[in-house]
């Protein structure tokens, strides 16, 4: 009988040896290779995307993504729809009519950005102080927002297109002079101008007076919602993770990350584009205050597309809302990150 119990134990132990020597043996789940498409050069208006690398949190999720950064020779949104990359980020609402428009299969899912950062420039002193002062301005503004967004100023603000000049992504002819404004976003140009100019510029957040579309968005094709809903919210719900993260956590290997895609980036440039992006809440404010970074909702989508449509920036008779789903946002996720 004792010899028995023996042998049972010594086969047990066996079998528990094995089974231990099999767990050690066996590779690590294979996470899901996700490839992500941004808008433009790395920079800190891209920083949630990158903390999410950098502090393991897709990887929690079971995601090894990889950014491909984007510039002039890079167009995100084509590289979505030829299915070259699993999502992409979307500038602006505009781009989602567009795409509705033209019948192009992209979605959003998910608005990282609560404000469209737009704005308009003025030299302070001249006349040019308030908004109301800014329609008689030469405008220096570039083609894509004489296609959008001058469309809406004209309309609801009497901008006229005489005063309106080209802006080629060069500060000069603004800084020349004094009596014209120009466009820009609030994390980058007006920290540009106070540098190159030695004065701070008045600064109009087109926000502020009803310009209220989404930016900096996650698009993804409607196959891929169809095939793999799974990775869609993981790929979402980490992506918000990161951007709490990197707004109140330990940002540093997500900003030298991007420091090392983007060598033209300094500490300086990062340091106030965070700043503006938290002074004014363009990632975590209004509806993501109460569901989360991220949210995007209907009666937001429909007050943007009639102040776009009555203005002609789009056809009044598109179904926008084949554009977005609220699928995978306003769930909550990581709002326990958000500083008490």
């Excluded at 009044?316 to 995978?328: E, Q, V």
């Amino acid at each position: 009988m004792y010899d028995a119990r023996l042998a049972a134990g010594a086969r047990t132990m066996r079998l528990v040896a094995l089974l231990i020597a099999l767990l050690i043996a066996a590779p690590a789940l294979a996470l899901d290779k996700v490839r992500f498409a941004t808008n433009w050069r790395a920079q800190a208006e891209h920083g949630g995307f990158y903390q999410a690398i950098a502090d393991g949190t897709y990887a929690r999720y079971g995601l090894d993504v990889t950014l491909l950064q984007g510039g002039p020779q890079l167009n995100a949104r084509l590289l979505l729809a030829a299915g070259r990359v699993d999502f992409a980020m979307g500038a602006n609402t505009i781009q989602m009519f567009e795409s509705v428009q033209q019948n192009v299969p992209v979605v959003t899912v998910a608005s990282m950005f609560q404000i469209d950062p737009v704005i308009f420039m003025s030299h302070p002193g001249v006349g040019l102080d308030r908004f109301e002062d800014l329609p008689k301005a030469t405008a220096f503004i570039a083609s894509d927002m004489r296609a959008s967004v001058w469309q809406w100023l004209k309309q609801a603000y009497g901008f006229k297109d005489q005063n309106a000049k080209p802006y080629n992504f060069n500060s000069a002819p603004f800084l020349a002079d004094k009596t014209s404004i120009q466009e820009g976003i609030l994390t980058s140009e007006p920290y540009a101008i106070e540098r190159a100019g030695g004065f701070t510029p008045n600064v109009f957040l087109l926000h502020d007076y009803g310009y209220d579309g989404y930016s900096t968005t996650i698009e993804t094709r409607a196959d891929t919602i169809a095939k793999t809903s799974d990775l869609v919210q993981r790929f979402v719900d980490a992506s918000i993770v990161g951007w709490y993260n990197y707004l109140y956590g330990d940002n540093a290997q997500a900003n030298a990350m991007i420091k090392r895609d983007n060598p033209e980036m300094t500490d300086g440039q990062i340091a106030y584009s965070l700043a503006k992006m938290k002074e004014r809440g363009i990632v975590d404010s209004g509806d993501a205050l109460t569901y989360g970074v991220g949210v995007i909702t209907d009666v937001r989508m429909k007050s943007f597309f009639d102040k776009m449509a009555k203005a002609g920036v789009v056809p009044a008779n598109i179904d926008y809302t084949r554009g977005y789903t609220l699928r995978f946002i306003g769930k909550k996720v990581g709002m326990e990150l958000r500083p008490k």
